[in-house]
């Protein structure tokens, strides 16, 4: 059984900083693209990053020079380094993957999701 597992998530003041982390487990035989969405209320799910295996990563334009995405191949987990935040960030966080189990055939999986709220 394949899972998405994130924390990090919480409330930070605007211009502060939040690191989300998000651990894949179960039998996985390969990893393809990770990535960050996030879904405000009322909204539909956006992509926020995402990040080839080999490393090219993709951020929605308002993200950009503000968040970071990396991973850990090894420990199968990408990361979002959240800087410089601002209210509009303030969401709820999912980690995507594109996983290959040991038994079965490539899937998309999803976390539970994280919320991030950004206030003073």
């Known amino acids: 059984q394949v899972q998405l597992v994130e924390s990090g998530g919480g409330l930070v003041q605007p211009g502060g900083s939040l690191r989300l982390s998000c651990a894949a487990s179960?039998?996985?035989?390969?990893?393809?693209?990770m990535g960050w969405y996030r879904q405000a209320p009322g909204k539909q799910r956006d992509l926020v990053a995402r990040i080839t295996r080999g490393g090219t990563t993709t951020y929605k334009d308002s993200v950009k020079g503000r968040f970071t995405i990396s991973r850990d191949n090894a420990k199968n987990t990408v990361y979002l380094q959240m800087n410089s935040v601002k209210p509009e960030d303030t969401a709820v966080y999912y980690c995507?993957?594109?996983?290959?189990?040991?038994?079965?055939?490539?899937?998309?999986?999803w976390g539970q999701g994280t919320q991030v709220t950004v206030s003073s």
């Open positions: 995507n993957a594109d996983i290959k189990p040991v038994s079965s055939i490539w899937s998309d999986y």
């Open positions: 179960g039998s996985i035989f390969s990893i393809n693209v």
